[in-house]
């Protein structure tokens, strides 16, 4: 028996209310038979668990049982700074609340855990922006903030790629997330101005679900729409979703290609992930010349010409036809820009 699974089940109910044994089982990562076990030990040491039959039935603990912050390790102290970094709490207009709260928890903790968490502090930073950009500017933030927690709509005004280009929804805003520094509302949501709405996966009562960049919002403002969030949803596993759909889409034709033992070397800080993995999983083995081919997914052909003209000359389009050209247009229009021709105009 291990007491910090017995500290963690009954924070568990403390935090979750009524809790059936395998749902417990399933948190904690152990059987169901051990899941009881254990609640019969909890309430051998005199805590007030007690059961409730049916099908809705589960364990809980007697109303006003409560226990205190007590049996933190050395290495929870230290990552209870990390769980409120500061800048994207700040984005959601949190930045005081966590102030606060850090200060709380600090004052909590014996000294010597104490000490642990602020060295933590000191030594980690958060800066989400990749870099050669800015972080974007997301006024309406704080308010989606607010809408996601009182389960309220909002009406938006939104800027998308495809035409209209300017549409107008009644966002019922199911969570929010934040994603290489760029902050992204996930909501069921409805057209106010004309039929259908966004695409998306699945559905609430808005609409169906789709993916907002916040920094897209042109306007917006609450609604006196309540609504409730689906008891299926489940945020993490819709944006996991949702990024393997977005690959999917993202990915519509293919190319074969030559890399120099230079060119693999470069390939994984020029093109994104997807491709570097697709180029190992395909590659044959290197020629007398040392060259790799291999098969790689592409968006467009525009859009692979400008990834792969990154590399220079450690990377040679085999196929399809097309982006062969395109390279080969773009590589002769650089020569007549950069040649004879062009020293020949800077002069004149």
């Known amino acids: 028996m291990s007491a910090d699974r017995l500290l ?11 809790m059936s044994a395998r749902r417990l089982a399933d948190e904690l990562g152990v059987s169901v038979r051990t899941a009881y076990r ?12 007690y059961a409730e039959q049916g099908r809705t039935g589960g364990y809980q603990l007697l109303d006003g049982y409560r226990t205190r912050l007590t049996g933190l390790s050395e290495g929870e102290a230290r990552v209870l700074f990390l769980a409120g970094l500061p ?14 709260t850090r200060l709380k928890l600090l004052a909590a903790l014996p000294a010597a855990l104490r000490d642990e968490a602020t060295r933590a502090d000191a030594v980690f930073h958060l800066d989400a922006p ?12 704080p308010l989606l903030v607010d809408a996601v927690f009182g389960r309220r709509a909002v009406d938006v005004r939104y800027r998308r790629w495809r035409e209209p280009q300017e549409v107008e929804r009644r966002l019922c805003p199911y969570g929010l997330v934040l994603k290489s520094g760029t902050w992204y509302v996930v909501a069921a949501a409805g057209s106010r101005t004309e039929g259908g709405t966004e695409g998306g996966t699945g559905g609430g009562p ?5 993916t907002y960049r916040i920094s897209q919002i042109l306007d917006a403002a609450p609604s006196d729409e ?23 889409r993202r990915y519509t034709g293919t190319a074969t290609v030559r890399l120099s033992p230079r060119g693999r070397e470069r390939l994984a800080a020029n093109v994104p992930p997807e491709v570097v ?18 098969v790689i997914p592409t968006e467009s052909t525009e859009h692979a010409c400008g990834e792969l003209l990154r590399l220079g000359t450690d990377v040679e389009v085999v196929g399809p036809e097309e982006l062969r050209r395109a390279i080969s247009d773009t590589a002769h229009a650089l020569a007549r820009t950069y040649g004879d021709g062009g020293e020949r105009r800077r002069r004149a």
């Not at 254990?38 to 668990?49: E, H, N, S, Y």
């Not at 808005?206 to 789709?210: C, E, I, N, P, Q």
């Open 8 to 18: 963690l089940t009954l924070l568990l109910l403390q935090t979750r209310g009524r």
């Open 38 to 49: 254990d609640l019969d030990r909890l309430r051998a040491t005199g805590v007030p668990v």
């Open 87 to 100: 800048a994207p709490a700040a984005d959601l207009g949190l930045g005081g609340e966590v102030a606060a």
């Open 130 to 141: 990749g870099w050669y950009g800015e972080a974007e500017a997301t006024p309406y933030l």
């Open 206 to 210: 808005g609409g169906r679900t789709a």
């Open 226 to 248: 309540r609504f409730e969030r689906p008891e299926d949803f489940v945020l993490r596993d819709y944006w996991s979703s949702y990024l393997d759909d977005f690959a999917s």
């Open 277 to 294: 993995r697709a180029f190992a999983a395909t590659a044959t083995p290197a020629g007398a010349d040392g060259w790799t081919e291999a």
